[in-house]
């Protein structure tokens, strides 16, 4: 299989790329890093194998400027011919193939291609990289063989990593003398809860035993808890009669002492209080009612002082509404002056674009102008037209004088080849003689002499077909046409000559010709060879005639070709200039109509009509700018003239200037604010007099209260006069007092102990010592009850520590149950460790057959390659059965292991390995070789041999070397494809 083309209609940072594979044998890609160098080389193993779905982890590759992803392959096959391949869309996308007489199929004829390869198979074996070399320099001394062993084997490692993974898994199972592994734990396990179940038997009476004791101590227990907290709770109420007894003492002194007092009369609540406060409020009153009287004199005095102008004060609005246009009018002053200054600026410039465009355009006509964005992008467009059309006529006056040369020259080189040919019969004339001499040379004669031996000697008693005899004579007729007709007259007529005597000879054979004819043939010829005088030199120069020619008339069809090809490009361009004339008038006439429609003179050069368009639009605007700036002025003029008119009425004077103006607006406030200022001091002094009247009424009010509030204390108390009051209030207060102490006293006992226990004490009247006496005896029984529950607690612990420790270790059916299901795990991991197993011996057989079927192949073919590769140094290669390692012999017969070789001579024994496993690989057809840079680690010497042998290889099959180095590609082929910059991403064809 040949890769002959691709194009990429989106992938990676290729887009609408195409590339034509040239060479037959080596096609070098050259680019620079990060040009495109391994986005190519995925892009022909997913056109052959299919996009990668987006689980997998290989990189996809999807453009980032192009929704279309996917491309086209073309390949040449032996049995299929040639073949397009076109998958778009990614891994859920289509793919199509395309025959040679345009007919379609499936994916199903890529995979008869295909055979056996898969993605990973070209990958490993026909497609190979800088890695291998590298990992080969990384890799452990103790590993190298191995790792070199493997790229001989399947060009990867997958086999060796999928073994050490098979192991690492049985080894985290089971090892014959490890703990850790997981079989191992579940064996230690086992033994251990056998020898669990034979021992409980032995454990069951003295469980029962325990059993029975703990039972017993936990009543015992129990009672005496019991006992203890009936002496507890006693013993707290006792303790409890000790804490409360000083407030119940406490109590019976404040009852004691009520009961003395006389009975307590009705008096108001906190009376006293209350009377006191009312007392000294009235005086307070008092001496406020006099201030606020003092205050309204002084406001009314205040009042009578005040004179408003009431004139002044009705003209507030008209007043206020003219200050506040009088800023407005201010600003309408300043701009005013502005829009002067800028109606005088304007006019200037307006005179001076009217001076630029000439004297030919009035007002009018530059208003009537139309300077819309549409006619100035028709005048540009006419331009550009009229500028292309420009350099397109110098452009076609070039390519009408080039092809005109060119015709001419090509016609004098066929005039002068004619010159040099001769006439047809002076050819046929020597072709004649020619014959002759061929069939009559001493070669021919001596051919046939010796092909009459053979058959003399011949004893086949079989006769010749006579089909077989016809079908020679016919070959070498035909053959011998074809190669006259090519040119090559010698070779034909000796060909022909060769098989049709033959053919005769077997003829006249097959038809009974006994040994006697054929000696007197051999006779013949030898006669006629001795007495021949034959001139070689003549025939040369026949030959030679003949062939310059036959040269000849294949240079005068090319010429002949050439010629009509170069007339119809003249022609061609003779027609392109004719259609040019036309577009030209027409952009003209576009440009005329153009002037006419704008009103421009035809005298103006195109190259200043776009400048002339922008000064009549310029202008066109300055002179509306200029009329909008006159009808503001005049607006503002007018409301001036207002605001001036309103001001004279009100001052009642005749404005004469600016100044004046100012002084009058100023007094004018001046006066209403002053009047203004009158008239609010005198609303605040009628608003103050009214509040203190209505304060004055409030105190009133206030006082009016309190002395009723007396009364009413007076009443409560059943008194007439403030002294009775005063001595019945302290007589109350004595009493509240002693019923406050009680009232604490009580809430006290209540927070510390109930109701019911109190009346109980104050009715048991029990002393404080005999309290205490009954505290002592309880505290006494305590004690020695809590020694004997510590021993009771202490013991039962004990029992139940025992008891529990017999019930962890399980029941005898709950060992078996626990051993049984041991077993049961244990024969799980069994069966999954001995899937590892199975499959690591599987996968050992496959190596081993690997090693007997492939291996000596791959090694007599590395062995070559390697002996190229070194010169001859190291020339022989060593698998020791049941290894997976090499030795190398070199050429004095010592032997190597691959770790006592130099670097660069390992990287050369690996690529001897990866060829030759290449070379070995059995599938439908040689699959392409495909490298990257592999030789960049290579001295010059070293490169030039390796370079060397992939050029053999290249007979067998193609090979596609992708390199960013010159020197790399230099010594492999002169056909090169250079790859664009990283930065250039416009689609290019190569």
């Not at 077993?823 to 496959?846: C, D, G, M, P």
Request: hydrophobic fraction near 35%; glycine fraction near 4%.
């Amino acid at each position: 299989m040949k890769l002959k083309s691709l194009h990429i209609y989106g992938f990676g940072r290729f887009e609408n790329r195409i590339i034509d594979f040239e060479s037959e044998d080596i096609q070098v890609i050259l680019g620079e890093n990060e040009s495109g160098k391994s986005t190519l080389m995925a892009f022909v193993e997913y056109m052959l194998f299919g996009f990668p779905k987006k689980s997998e982890k290989r990189l996809r590759y999807e453009p980032k400027t192009t929704q279309a992803y996917g491309g086209r392959l073309k390949i040449e096959t032996e049995r299929n011919g040639m073949l397009t391949i076109e998958r778009t869309g990614g891994a859920s996308g289509t793919v199509q193939l395309f025959k040679e007489d345009g007919s379609t199929d499936d994916e199903q004829l890529l995979n008869q291609v295909l055979a056996e390869v898969n993605h990973m198979t070209f990958r490993n074996i026909f497609c190979f990289n800088l890695d291998g070399l590298q990992k080969v320099n990384e890799i452990k001394s103790d590993q190298l063989g191995e790792y070199l062993f493997n790229a001989g084997l399947t060009g990867a490692q997958q086999l060796n990593t999928i073994s050490d993974r098979l192991q690492e898994e049985q080894n985290k199972l089971f090892k014959p003398n490890g703990k850790n592994p997981l079989l191992n734990q579940k064996l230690d396990k086992l033994v251990e809860l056998e020898r669990q179940v034979k021992q409980w038997s032995n454990k069951l009476d003295e469980y029962t035993e325990q059993k029975a004791t703990l039972d017993q101590r936990k009543e015992e227990l129990s009672q005496l808890e019991h006992e203890r907290l009936s002496w507890q709770t006693e013993a707290l109420k006792q303790q409890h009669f000790l804490s409360i007894h000083p407030l119940l003492e406490k109590k019976r002194t404040i009852e004691t002492q009520l009961d003395e007092l006389p009975k307590a009369t009705h008096f108001p609540e906190e009376g006293l209080e209350r009377f006191k406060m009312a007392k000294e409020r009235m005086l307070e009153l008092e001496g406020e009612l006099h201030h606020l009287e003092d205050l309204i004199r002084q406001t009314e005095q205040t009042k009578d002082e005040l004179d408003l102008d009431t004139e002044r004060l009705e003209q507030a609005s008209e007043l206020n509404e003219l200050e506040r246009s009088y800023h407005l009018f201010k600003d309408r002053q300043s701009d005013y002056d502005k829009l002067n200054e800028q109606i005088s600026h304007l006019e200037s410039e307006i005179v001076e674009e009217k001076e630029a465009i000439g004297t030919g355009w009035t007002e009018d006509q530059v208003l009537s102008a139309n300077t819309d964005l549409v006619s100035k992008q028709q005048l540009m467009t006419i331009l550009k037209k009229l500028d292309r059309l420009e350099s397109e006529q110098k452009r076609l006056d070039h390519d009408l004088e080039h092809s005109r040369i060119q015709l001419e020259e090509n016609e004098d080189k066929l005039a002068r080849l004619k010159s040099r040919m001769l006439e047809k019969n002076k050819v046929e004339e020597y072709k004649a003689r020619l014959k002759r001499l061929s069939d009559h040379s001493p070669s021919q004669i001596k051919e046939q002499i010796s092909r009459l031996k053979q058959m003399q000697k011949s004893d086949s008693p079989y006769p010749i077909p006579r089909m077989m005899i016809w079908m020679l004579i016919g070959i070498g007729i035909i053959l011998s046409a074809f190669w006259i007709i090519n040119g090559d007259i010698i070779t034909g007529l000796i060909i022909g000559i060769a098989l049709s005597g033959t053919g005769v000879i077997l003829n006249s054979r097959g038809n009974g010709t006994d040994r006697k004819f054929i000696e007197k043939e051999i006779e013949q010829l030898e006669r006629q060879l001795s007495n021949q005088n034959y001139d070689e030199n003549e025939k040369e120069k026949l030959e030679k005639l003949l062939m310059e020619q036959q040269q000849y008339t294949v240079q005068e069809a090319h010429l002949e070709e050439q010629t009509i090809d170069l007339d119809k490009q003249y022609q061609r361009v003779a027609r392109l200039y004719d259609q040019w004339e036309l577009d030209d008038n027409q952009v003209r006439d576009e440009l005329h109509t153009w002037r006419q429609t704008f009103n421009m003179p035809e005298h103006v050069p195109n190259d200043m009509m776009l400048e002339l368009f922008d000064r009549i639009d310029r202008l066109k605007r300055r002179i509306m700018e200029l009329e909008k700036l006159k009808s503001r002025r005049v607006q503002f003029q007018n409301e001036m003239d207002r605001f001036i008119s309103k001001l004279q009425r009100l001052s009642q004077n005749t404005i004469s200037d600016r100044h004046h103006l100012d002084r009058e607006m100023n007094r004018l406030v001046s006066e209403l604010k002053q009047e203004l200022e009158k008239q609010e001091q005198l609303m605040q002094m009628e608003k103050e007099q009214e509040d203190l009247l209505k304060r004055m009424e409030g105190i009133q009010k206030k006082a009016t209260q309190y002395e009723n509030e007396m009364n009413k204390l007076f009443a409560t108390a059943e008194v007439n006069d403030e002294e009775t009051f005063w001595s019945k209030g302290k007589a109350n207060e004595k009493y509240n007092h002693l019923m406050e102490q009680l009232q604490l006293v009580n809430a006290q006992l209540e927070h510390t102990t109930s109701v019911e226990i109190v009346d109980e004490l104050m009715d048991k009247r029990q002393t404080f010592e005999q309290t205490k006496e009954r505290l002592t005896e309880l505290n006494n029984h305590l004690a020695q009850a809590d020694g004997r529950i510590d021993a009771l607690r202490d013991e039962c612990a004990t029992l139940q520590a025992n008891i529990t420790h017999l019930e962890e270790d399980g029941s005898y059916s709950n060992q078996l149950h626990a051993l049984e299901m041991a077993k049961s795990e244990f024969n799980e991991q069994a069966k999954q460790w001995a899937i590892y197993r199975t499959a690591q011996h599987a996968l050992n057989v496959a190596k081993q057959n690997y090693q007997a079927e492939r291996q000596p192949r791959v090694i007599r073919r590395a062995e070559n390659y390697l002996d190229k590769l070194t010169e001859g140094r190291y020339t022989r290669l060593i698998a020791p059965k049941g290894e997976e390692s090499f030795l190398i012999e070199r050429n004095d017969s010592i032997l190597f292991k691959p770790e006592e070789l130099s670097r660069a001579t390992m990287e050369q024994l690996y690529l001897a390995l990866r060829f030759a496993l290449a070379g070995e690989y059995e599938s439908n057809g040689a699959f392409p070789l495909i490298m990257d840079d592999i030789l960049v680690n290579f001295d010059q010497k070293r490169r030039l041999l390796a370079s060397e042998l992939i050029q053999t290889i290249a007979k067998e099959r193609q090979v596609l070397y992708f390199t960013c180095h010159e020197t790399t590609a230099e010594p492999l082929s002169t056909q090169t494809i250079r790859l664009p910059s990283p930065n250039t991403m416009q689609p290019q064809t190569f």
